[in-house]
């Protein structure tokens, strides 16, 4: 079964504090997505990353980093916690969606609470 | 930039009805569109996933169907039921063929039983 396993559920952090979210795939897929979602503003994207070491910014990339050093996984990393950066944050995995077929699969999210 | 609208923003009706979901994008340049469902706190799950050269696509009781002409789609839910209560997306790629997709704010759906 298709797995995507995002380490934190929930987590409290303060400001200032930098702070890594972890993704997981089993699935072998070379690209990787991190979304956050707003209420009235839906998904965005903030990185992604089609190959292991490649990254290229999506929509609102600014207080975020990443890193894939390994294909299996995709941190996300907030260098200096902000209170706007409360949010839940979803990673994402696919093959290429220009080859048919392919679909995108989620983890459950990750709720970042900065205080 | 790939645009996606969804309409409408939140729909109630009882058990039983046939409904639509109705999404438009702005760059009819994709080679797919997907579905997906929300359920309260977690992650989003493909529902369906319709090919450019598809006019629809369909499992169980759901039914996608895709106009890029119009830059149209709808999701075509029949005899709901109360666990089909969610929040709906979809979700067109970038343009240029980058692998982002652009998501819609979704429908916020509630069956009454």
């Known amino acids: 079964d298709v797995k995507v396993t995002q380490s934190s559920r929930y987590l409290v952090k303060r400001t200032g504090e930098k702070v890594f979210l972890e993704c997981v795939q089993d699935m072998d897929h070379e690209n990787m997505f991190w979304y956050r979602q707003d209420p009235g503003l839906g998904l965005r994207l903030i990185y992604f990353?089609?190959?292991?070491?490649?990254?290229e910014k999506g929509d609102i990339p600014e207080g975020y980093s990443v890193s894939r050093e390994k294909k299996e996984r995709f941190s996300l990393i907030l260098e200096s916690a902000s209170t706007n950066q409360t949010s839940m944050y979803l990673c994402?995995?696919?093959?290429?969606?220009?080859?048919?077929?392919?679909?995108?699969?989620f983890g459950e999210g990750s709720w970042l609470t900065v205080v | 930039k790939q645009e996606v609208t969804q309409i409408p923003a939140a729909l109630s009706v009882p058990e039983g009805e046939n409904l639509v979901l109705n999404c438009s994008f702005t760059d009819s340049a994709i080679y797919n569109l997907q579905w997906f469902r929300q359920d309260p706190g977690k992650g989003l799950t493909s529902l369906l996933l319709i090919q450019s050269s598809q006019r629809e696509q369909t499992s169980g009781r759901l039914n996608a169907s895709l106009d890029k002409s119009s830059g149209r789609s709808t999701l075509y839910i029949a005899a709901s039921q109360p666990g089909d209560s969610a929040t709906y997306l979809c979700a067109a790629p970038e343009r240029g063929g980058a692998d982002g997709l652009t998501f819609g704010k979704g429908t916020h759906l509630i069956i009454q039983p």
């Open positions: 994402a995995s696919s093959l290429s969606f220009r080859v048919s077929g392919n679909t995108i699969y």
């Open positions: 990353s089609y190959d292991v070491k490649m990254k």
